[in-house]
């Protein structure tokens, strides 16, 4: 398979992990548009939210739960997004979360 995520989950590229069990990888997006910015990738290859079963994400909130305590996120907030499709900016066919913060984030839209 050729998805980049694929090869990062599979350890074929490295990257910095951040969290990782059986279901979710989050590592730390190496074009950061914030001083926090960590990507969580569900480790199953899936495109989009829409074509997500329920156990592919159910360790989600535990992930971002971590990261945010890891990260000193909660004091001041933070911003967890994820892309669909081309005119959602989706970049990488396969489903992933930005988690965002460190510093103040504008407003979106």
Request: some cysteine.
């Amino acid at each position: 398979m050729s998805c980049i995520f694929c090869k990062i989950v599979n350890k074929e590229i490295p990257s910095t992990i951040l969290w990782e069990n059986n279901d979710l990888l989050a590592i730390e997006d190496i074009n950061p548009v914030a001083p926090v910015h960590c990507l969580i990738i569900p480790k199953s290859h899936v495109t989009t939210v829409a074509e997500v079963d329920g156990n592919q994400l159910k360790s989600l909130p535990q992930c971002i739960e971590d990261l945010i305590i890891e990260k000193d996120l909660k004091k001041h907030g933070y911003r967890l997004v994820t892309n669909a499709g081309f005119d959602g900016g989706q970049e990488v066919d396969h489903i992933h979360f930005h988690l965002l913060g460190g510093k103040k984030l504008g407003k979106m839209g």
